[in-house]
């Protein structure tokens, strides 16, 4: 059974970059797309970006300046950083694995929270 | 960007009885190779993250009730659920995978009547 789990800051300033990591368990990064998506409180869901095994990326262009998708193969882990937040960036953050060539979402993290404020 | 409009924005049907979502996409998500909709539905409770309902449009994930049911093609898709059952209150989105970036529907909150 594949888990994968959030971790990182819950709080992060203005201006200040929001950094989190993706461990896996239960399966390896092969052959799959991984992505980082979040969700507003009380809002809908916006995908972030994925990364494929390989290292390659893909971002949302609405966000592209901001993010960066890494992996580490070693560690099956990923992680995303995002620069200069601010309020709006406030979000359940879920990481999350995609079956085959990046289509649906097969797996969640639980998700957490990061708080954009001073 | 494909924009996903789901319809209503929120819901509230009796126990036992037929409820339906609706999702419209801007532009098609049928993959001619293939003859597949790139569309998945989500379940999402509260304090949990979303849970994969129905991929391909109208396939559904292992370990799904069978109440649980989608349709559609090209721009225009349903997910229905036959009989309401206490546990299905929750937040249905609607996701399409067939180019990036990947977009989601606002959801459609469910409730009991």
């Known amino acids: 059974q594949v888990q994968l789990q959030e971790s990182g800051p819950g709080l992060v300033k203005p201006s200040e970059t929001l950094s989190l990591t993706c461990t896996v368990s239960g399966d390896s990064f092969s052959t799959y797309y991984w992505s980082w998506i979040r969700q507003p409180p009380g809002k809908g869901l916006e995908w972030i970006g994925y990364?494929?095994?390989?290292?390659?990326?893909n971002y949302n262009p609405s966000l592209k300046s901001r993010v960066t998708i890494s992996l580490d193969t070693s560690k099956i882990q990923f992680s995303l950083k995002l620069t200069s937040v601010t309020a709006a960036d406030t979000a359940v953050y879920y990481c999350a694995r995609h079956w085959g060539s990046g289509y649906y979402v097969d797996y969640w993290g639980q998700g957490t929270l990061v708080t954009v404020s001073s | 960007d494909i924009v996903m409009t789901q319809s209503p924005d929120s819901l509230a049907v009796s126990l036992g009885e037929r409820a339906t979502i609706n999702c419209k996409s801007s532009?098609?998500?049928?993959?001619?190779?293939?003859?597949?909709?790139?569309l998945a539905w989500y379940q999402q409770k509260p304090g949990q993250p979303p849970k994969l309902l129905i991929y391909w449009a109208s396939t559904r994930e292992s370990g799904v009730p069978e109440r649980f049911s989608g349709s559609g093609s090209g721009t225009d898709f349903t997910l229905t659920i036959s009989s309401l059952q206490a546990e299905d209150v929750a937040v249905y989105s609607c996701q399409q995978y067939y180019s990036t970036p990947y977009t989601f529907g606002q959801g459609t909150k469910l409730e009991i009547k």
């Open positions: 990364i494929f095994y390989t290292g390659s990326t």
């Open positions: 532009q098609s998500v049928l993959y001619s190779s293939n003859n597949k909709n790139y």
